[in-house]
Nanobody, 127 residues
Framework: QVQLVESGGGLVQPGGSLRLSCVASGFTLDYYAIGWFRQAPGKEREGVSCIKSSDGSTYYADSVKGRFTISRDNAKNTVYLQMNSLKPEDTAVYYC????????????????????WGQGTQVTVSS
């Protein structure tokens, strides 16, 4: 069974850092893209970052570019989201999701193109 499990969320002060992990089971990441999305209360789900398997290209929302870094470790079947210089507006539930390489032509931040989702991990940035 395909399963994605996020971890690493928590409470952090503004300017702090967190590293989120997304561990995949039931498939390997070799031929799949992994996207990170987040949703804050009362707001739409938005794409945060994505890493594609075809060429390893990475993508970031403008709001996090320069602060967040996505990476993968295929040996561990894990994708990471390193989040630095966190701001209160980063507070949200963060989800990882996957889609096959065949959909790489679709916009990376279109959540409807992703097939499987993790349960989410809460990130709270507050002093």
């Amino acid at each position: 069974q395909v399963q994605l499990v996020e971890s690493g969320g928590g409470l952090v002060q503004p300017g702090g850092s967190l590293r989120l992990s997304c561990v995949a089971s039931g498939f390997t990441l070799d031929y799949y893209a992994i996207g990170w999305f987040r949703q804050a209360p009362g707001k739409e789900r938005e794409g945060v970052s994505c890493i594609k398997s075809s060429d390893g290209s990475t993508y970031y929302a403008d709001s996090v570019k320069g602060r967040f870094t996505i990476s993968r470790d295929n040996a561990k079947n894990t994708v990471y989201l390193q989040m630095n210089s966190l701001k209160p507006e980063d507070t949200a539930v963060y989800y990882c999701a996957t889609r096959p390489r065949a959909r790489d032509y679709r916009p990376w931040n279109s959540y409807s193109t992703y097939d499987y989702w993790g349960q989410g991990t809460q990130v709270t940035v507050s002093s």
